[in-house]
């Protein structure tokens, strides 16, 4: 006999909609509240929007590079955010050891002074005294300026396509609803990091987009669920049919949210500096766009209301013959 995990029954009867005043509230005040967040405390920008330097080294070692000792060795130098990562390449040695090590701008300086990259040089020679610096680069304001705005635009430009596809997919009040919920997702989330000043750097912008993505996918699934039960109940307030489409994808929703964080909450917790702010911003966009997806988006739906006598059909039914449909 198979065994079938069940994080929650197959029918439940939930009303999702008790307290929309209550929930479409606090998501409007989370919104706002992330908002002034933004304005008064600021991002903490990482080395991709502020600009630096970055540091590429070589070193003969047999050994595998420890990343931790290069950070310990370099951090009584107080440089402020340093990111640090190793360079593989299979045209490498196999006892050639390349590490780039990018350092932000410091203050009233578009690069760090030869004076610095001696001193950096100094101190890595205590992990590895044959190391050596093969290459330095730097990134100015302006360029750091223009991926700010290459990162704003993406954003934009993922919401704008998401938009139009709900409402070619639904009707318009559905896209309207979808777009919504995404903009609270992302708002919340940046939010987020400037509350605890995290840093904040293209990885994150990667993840907003990657919230977004997941997001709209739950969403989507509710919303296909809603349209097949509007054709079915053509009788019952749209209130009820909205509830009753939520309580049959919640079984979905809930395996589908509780895998995904056990994964990435598994890489908060074991997966290391490097990607831990990545992580987070993924981790907490899977809660608050799971909370979107039901008490953003459908009470957007239900503000506007629907005109119940045309149900949008699904694009992909006049490919498909239903006499075609093998019956039991």
């Not at 992330?34 to 070589?58: A, K």
């Not at 704003?152 to 070619?168: D, G, N, P, Q, R």
């Not at 605890?196 to 997941?214: N, P």
């Amino acid at each position: 006999m198979a065994f079938r995990l069940k994080l929650v029954p197959e029918k439940t009867n939930f009303d999702f909609f008790k307290h929309q005043v209550a929930t479409f509230g606090f998501s409007v005040f989370m919104v706002l509240a992330s908002i002034v967040l933004v304005l008064v405390m600021g991002l903490n920008l990482g080395i991709d929007f502020r600009g630096g330097t970055t540091i590429r080294t070589e070193a003969d070692q047999t050994e595998p590079v420890d990343i931790g000792a290069y950070r310990s060795a370099i951090a009584p130098l107080d440089l402020g955010d340093v990111l640090i990562t190793q360079v593989y390449d299979p045209n490498f040695r196999a006892d050639q050891k390349v590490v780039t090590i990018r350092i932000q701008a410091q203050d009233g300086q578009e690069a760090i002074s030869p004076d610095t990259q001696a001193k950096v040089l100094e101190s890595l020679k205590s992990v590895n005294k044959d190391i050596k610096i093969v290459a330095t680069e730097s990134i100015g304001p302006k360029v750091s300026g223009e991926l700010i705005w290459t990162a704003i635009w993406s954003v934009l430009a993922a919401v704008a396509a998401i938009l139009v596809y709900i409402w070619l997919r639904f009707e318009w009040q559905f896209s309207v609803g979808a777009v919504a919920a995404l903009i609270h997702d992302v708002t919340v989330t940046v939010g987020i990091f400037a509350l605890f000043q995290i840093k904040f750097d293209l990885s994150i912008i990667a993840a907003l987009l990657t919230i977004l993505g997941y997001s709209i996918n739950d969403t989507v699934v509710v919303f296909d669920r809603l349209r097949e039960n509007l054709v079915k109940y053509k009788k019952m307030p749209l209130r009820d049919v909205m509830n009753l489409s939520v309580n049959e994808t919640l079984s979905r929703t809930v395996m589908t949210s509780g895998t995904t964080l056990l994964a990435l909450i598994s890489l908060l917790v074991l997966g290391g500096d490097v990607i831990r702010n990545f992580v987070f911003a993924m981790t907490w966009g899977v809660i608050v766009g799971t909370y979107s997806s039901v008490y953003v988006a459908k009470n957007i739906v239900l503000f506007i209301g629907l005109d119940r006598n045309k149900e949008k059909k699904d694009p992909s039914e006049k490919f498909f013959d239903k006499t075609d449909v093998a019956t039991d």
